[in-house]
């Protein structure tokens, strides 16, 4: 996958929030829509990431390979 990896949630939280405000979002007070994009946790790897969508890289730079480690199914 591509996208951006983060060692903590508050630069989880930042680079989420500058994608936010590039897109001007939310629109409307009370608007659903808060986010462009939200990140995750991967417990199995230890670190934050944003999955890549089209245009991020105006705001968030360059997307590198992030590998995930997938849970074992019980």
Known sequence: MQGY???????????RKAAAD???LP??????????V??????LDGFYYIQYVDGLEEVLG???????TPHEEL
């Open 62 to 68: 360059e997307a590198t390979d992030i590998t995930i």
């Open 27 to 36: 629109k409307n007070p009370g608007d659903t829509t808060i986010y462009w």
């Open 38 to 43: 939200n990140y995750n946790y991967s417990d």
């Open 5 to 15: 990896t983060y060692n903590t949630e508050e630069e989880a939280i930042a680079a």
């Open 22 to 24: 590039f897109m001007g």
